[in-house]
Structure formats: C-alpha cells, structure tokens
C-alpha cells in the first residue's frame, strides 16, 4: 500500500519562502511520476508541478514558474516543493500525488485522475 504524507505548511506573509515535503512510503518510489496540486477553497484542484521519475522533466503552471522548483531525492523517497515570493493568491491546500502509470516514459500529466495516490494535504496561507 502506498502512502504520502506532506509537511511544510504554514502561514506567512507575501513575498516569503516555505518549502514542503512529501514522503512516499509503500512501493518503488523511483518509478512514479510526481505531482503537488493546489486547492483554494471554492475553486478545482489543480497542479502546480510535477516531476517525472527519472527527474529529467518538469512542468510548472504559469502561476508559479519561476518561483516555485520541486525537486526529488529517491534516496529518501521525499519529493519537495520550494515556494519562493509567495502570493496571497498561492493561498490553498496542497497535495503530493504519485502517478504509477507513466513509467518509463517521461510523460508528466496535468490530470488528478491519472494520480492513484494522494497524500491528505498541507494548509499554506499567504496574508498580504
């Protein structure tokens, strides 16, 4: 059974930095494509970033590019987010999700429903 669960949240003010974390736990770590969606309330979830298994391939959403960098260590089957000048508009619940079917490709899909596992997510609360 595979299991995430995330870290890191909190509440700051605009402009400040906050990283979270996402540790898998379960089964092969390495083969799953990363993702960190976002959820504001009254609004559909949506992702902010994701990394491919062989960490070659990211996407950002236009929203966070440039700010925001995830990354991952296998080694500690941890994958990261590092938000950078934060926006009262970054304000949501962010999820950590694993995608299983993409490997081996580097594919890395925008789709929550192409997610299977999910972690329960961490609360990040920009005041202006």
């Known amino acids: 059974q595979v299991q995430l669960v995330e870290s890191g949240g909190g509440l700051l003010q605009t402009g400040g930095s906050l990283r979270l974390s996402c540790a898998v736990s379960g089964r092969t770590f390495s083969r799953f494509t990363m993702g960190w969606f976002r959820q504001a309330p009254g609004k559909e979830r949506e992702i902010v970033a994701g990394?491919?298994?062989?960490?070659?391939?990211?996407y950002y959403a236009d929203s966070v590019k440039d700010r925001f960098t995830i990354s991952r260590d296998n080694a500690k089957n941890t994958v990261y987010l590092q938000m950078n000048s934060l926006k009262p508009g970054d304000t949501a619940v962010y999820y950590c999700?694993?995608?299983?079917?993409?490997?081996?490709?580097?594919?890395?899909?925008?789709?929550?429903?192409?997610?299977?596992?999910w972690g329960q997510g961490t609360q990040v609360t920009v005041s202006s």
């Open positions: 999700a694993a995608d299983q079917m993409s490997y081996p490709f580097q594919r890395i899909s925008r789709v929550t429903s192409e997610y299977a596992y």
């Open positions: 990394l491919s298994w062989s960490g070659s391939s990211t």
